[in-house]
């Protein structure tokens, strides 16, 4: 299964914050949308940061934290993205050897969804339920046959 598969059921809409945006303005996005990550954007739409609860949580527990600073003070730069083709187990893997849960899906540098570790053990679940059932089947069949 690739992430496209995933996206096509789960969709793909992306919620966005710019990096001068504020650390409040982001809570508030993440709080609207029961999210735990958005991804940040430039002037663009070019991916420049990811800002998470763990950012967040981090942030909160500096000795001064200002939630009218900006997004681009506390977000994650290096930011890892799939592309539509990657395959949801190596998805996976890199999402737990890397650690971290939100994966940002690009064609070219477009922004085009947004992968959570939820949604890939939910596709990893899915698929395994397919192949016990298929598997079950086929014991029924065979033990019909004899």
Do not use: C, W
Not at 19 to 39: D, F, Y
Not at 66 to 87: H, W
Not at 125 to 145: C, F, K, N, S
């Amino acid at each position: 299964m690739k992430i496209a598969e995933v996206l096509a059921s789960k969709g793909s809409n992306v919620i966005t914050i710019q990096p001068q945006q504020t650390i409040r303005e982001a809570v508030k996005l993440m709080e609207k949308h029961n999210i735990g990550g958005l991804v940040v954007v430039d002037a663009a739409g070019k991916i420049v940061g990811m800002l998470t609860e763990r950012d967040l949580i981090r942030y909160a527990a500096t000795e001064q934290p200002s939630f009218s600073a900006s997004v681009s003070s506390i977000m994650t730069k290096n930011v890892i993205v799939g592309v539509l083709q990657d395959e949801i187990d190596a998805v996976a893997h890199t999402m737990t050897e890397k650690r971290f849960r939100h994966l940002p899906v690009v064609e070219g540098e477009k922004l085009v969804g947004i992968l959570t570790i939820g949604d890939v053990v939910k596709a990893q679940r899915d698929r395994y339920q397919g192949e016990v059932h298929t598997l079950q089947i086929q014991v029924i069949a065979a033990d019909e046959q004899e």
